[in-house]
């Protein structure tokens, strides 16, 4: 891997820098613990009484089905692939219960957590914003190479 130049991809006048061998295998390692880590928190709150795999497997089905559908995180769609993969398992109300849990737990809990550390940077910056604001000058849009901006 080393010794060789970057990679491009070139579409029209747009040119994009391909990552080297190794971030694109921290990126694919991250992504595929990313993965693991949602079907884990699916599992846990349907409390092992479904196969991890089958959880799994519904999920990835429910990503796929809702890049097909291009509605909006999925809404819906998660649902309704969950309850039709699982309805065999476990009935449909239980399964429509964990996958809001899921989305609430996935979606709403981060935002509950980043919410007070966002007001607490919001309020340093307030107190001390106007210190550090003076000599700063806004230079404008970053160049890359070739001189466009980015």
């Not at 880590?37 to 409390?47: C, P």
């Not at 089958?54 to 796929?64: E, P, R, T």
């Not at 065999?88 to 429509?96: D, I, Q, R, S, W």
């Not at 919001?122 to 970053?142: H, I």
Request: charged fraction near 15%; aromatic fraction near 8%; charge should be positive.
């Amino acid at each position: 891997m080393r010794g060789l130049a970057p990679r491009t991809l070139k579409w029209r006048e747009h040119e994009l820098a391909l990552p080297g061998g190794r971030l694109a295998l921290v990126q694919a390692l991250a992504g595929g613990a990313n993965w693991l880590l949602m079907g884990t928190i699916v599992w846990v709150l349907f409390e092992g009484r479904v196969d991890f795999a089958l959880v799994l497997g519904a999920l990835l089905m429910a990503a796929v089905a809702g890049v097909i559908t291009h509605v909006p995180a999925g809404l819906g769609v998660l649902e309704a692939v969950f309850v039709r993969t699982l309805g065999g398992v476990l009935p449909a109300t239980e399964v429509l219960a964990v996958v809001l849990a899921y989305r609430a737990a996935y979606y709403l809990l981060p935002l509950a957590l980043a919410l007070p550390a966002y007001a607490w940077s919001e309020a340093a910056a307030r107190r001390g914003g106007a210190q550090g604001r003076q000599g700063v000058k806004d230079s404008g849009p970053a160049l890359r190479r070739g001189g466009r901006p980015t």
